[in-house]
């Protein structure tokens, strides 16, 4: 298979997943793009004589193989065969490597502050790898980590969200925002504990997975300052009123509120870094183009994201166009965007009393 100009060695199949031979997925070719461009970003910002790259769940070496001209890459598979399908990748590709058959937690543990970037892209939740993850990160480094364990802090499994991530989610319209904002939380936590301090950069959700993505320090004084971006959301079902604070009652009805949390309050994205990415993506790269674009666009606004259906329900009244709603939230001087969780969302700091004025407004044109 290829990817980028570079060949893979996997077995080709309908459905790939955790019981293949070897694993690729190119689904998720998107999050690559991303990464790579990420990591781009980052790496030029840094000043090393080298710069140390660790993909620590390997497979067939697709994700390592994409960042080889920025540093040099640390590859390790617990499968024999995937270890022999990144060798032959190597091969193939004329890149150069260090591989490995070990036990991810193993091989990150062993490197104690060795690495500028980790890549952790397991099946399910990435908590595992975390701790190890954060011992093996460079006091001057980056990180991604993807999950895909949806469900779970999406609010479908609220136990299993309490477990893991000590956390109670909620299920609604935006809930895979509330997830995104879980798994921040749970990293930012994590690398705080090793006095490290987790800075977010892009994060996002697509399709079947969330991506968290960004910088790490080791200052104690950073991480002290950032700790008051760990609180929670309140959303009112009654309404569709949400806030990223705790608040019992709503802020715009009066009722009983719902909470979750403990999550992240703070920006998903450093729009200053996005918007280096926008300058370095190759054009061609239509799907990943189209993506950053959206997350950059909404950068700003924290308000959880609404659903343009969701909100016309409860009003009971025809969905409105979208732009006309955005287009009217302008004109009265609201910052106001699409967001890449949703094709029916979009993101304000508006009231949501003069958001449903504006709905109801737009519907009846």
């Excluded at 070990?102 to 952790?120: G, Q």
């Excluded at 009217?328 to 029916?344: I, N, W």
């Amino acid at each position: 298979m290829e990817e980028r100009g570079l060949k893979i060695f996997a077995p080709e199949e309908e459905e790939p997943g955790k019981d293949s031979d070897v694993f690729f997925n190119d689904e998720m070719r998107t999050n690559r793009d991303l990464s790579r461009i990420a990591l781009k970003v980052f790496r030029d910002k840094i000043d090393v004589d080298e710069f140390r790259i660790c993909d620590p769940l390997s497979a067939s070496g697709v994700r390592g193989f994409r960042y080889s001209d920025l540093g040099k890459l640390y590859l390790n598979d617990t499968n024999p065969e995937a270890v022999d399908s990144i060798e032959k990748g190597l091969e193939e590709n004329q890149i150069e490597a260090q591989v490995y058959n070990k036990d991810a937690n193993v091989l990150l543990s062993e490197n104690r502050n060795l690495f500028h970037f980790i890549d952790i892209d397991p099946f399910g939740p990435f908590n595992r790898f975390l701790d190890s993850t954060a011992r093996a990160s460079n006091h001057q480094s980056f990180v991604g980590l993807t999950a895909t364990d949806l469900a779970a802090p999406a609010g479908s499994y609220k136990k299993t969200c309490m477990r893991r991530y000590s956390s109670k989610p909620l299920k609604n319209s935006f809930m895979h925002e509330t997830g995104l904002r879980i798994y921040i939380k749970e990293v930012f936590q994590n690398y705080a504990r090793f006095d490290k301090c987790f800075d977010p950069k892009i994060c996002w959700h697509e399709q079947h997975y969330s991506r968290v993505m960004g910088r790490v320090t080791e200052s104690k004084k950073r991480t002290n300052r950032t700790l008051d971006n760990i609180g929670y959301l309140s959303y009112c079902p009654e309404c569709r009123w949400r806030k990223l604070e705790r608040e019992e009652e709503c802020g715009n009805c009066g009722e009983d509120t719902q909470i979750a949390g403990p999550l992240w309050t703070g920006k998903l994205v450093d729009r200053r870094f996005t918007k280096e990415m926008k300058e370095e993506i190759p054009e061609e790269w239509v799907d990943a183009n189209e993506l950053l674009r959206k997350v950059h666009g909404e950068a700003e606004i924290l308000t959880p994201f609404y659903d343009l259906h969701k909100l016309s329900s409860s009003l009971s009244i025809q969905v409105p166009k979208r732009e006309k709603v955005l287009e009217s939230l302008e004109d009265r001087g609201y910052p106001v965007s699409r967001t890449h969780f949703s094709p029916t969302g979009f993101r304000t700091d508006a009231p949501l009393q003069d958001i449903r004025r504006v709905l109801k407004e737009a519907s009846e044109e």
